[in-house]
């Protein structure tokens, strides 16, 4: 392989594992800053939409840099990324929904609560102390 295509995809993929790790990274140190379980789920959102799909291609490209292009590698990884972020968007839609039904106290400045009102009562507005 090309000295300059074996140097940009060892960068490429360097910076996208880099990346994805500072992600997950960051969702983890946030983690300890939520207040509730909707903020802990809305937390990881950042790590499972962004982090695990640039992890997941930087290892496309490392493994393209060392073995070479198979088509098969390729299907895998792209079945993978869009698996991610399909699955990581309906997860925590469930899991918040099962989260606030189970009755798990909710931070009172989390607004609005579309869940807690009954259809057509109109919205919600943030408390003052958060304006």
Do not use: C
């Not at 939520?34 to 930087?58: C, F």
């Not at 198979?70 to 895998?76: E, G, P, R, S």
Request: negative net charge; hydrophobic residues 55%; without cysteine.
């Amino acid at each position: 392989m090309n000295a300059v295509v074996d140097l940009v995809l060892s960068v490429l993929s360097a910076v996208l594992l880099l990346g994805g790790a500072f992600w997950m990274l960051t969702s983890a140190l946030s983690m300890f800053n939520a207040r509730d379980a909707l903020s802990r789920i809305n937390v990881l959102s950042p790590a499972t939409g962004l982090g695990l799909p640039m992890i997941v291609v930087g290892a496309f490209l490392e493994h393209l840099r060392l073995d070479g292009f198979d088509a098969a590698v390729l299907i895998k990884t792209l079945a993978t990324v869009l698996a991610l972020i399909i699955v990581s968007s309906v997860a925590s839609n469930v899991l918040a929904r099962a989260a606030y039904l189970s009755g798990a106290p909710v931070d009172p400045r989390t607004a609005p609560q579309d869940l807690a009102r009954a259809p057509g009562e109109g919205e919600q507005v943030p408390h003052s102390e958060d304006r």
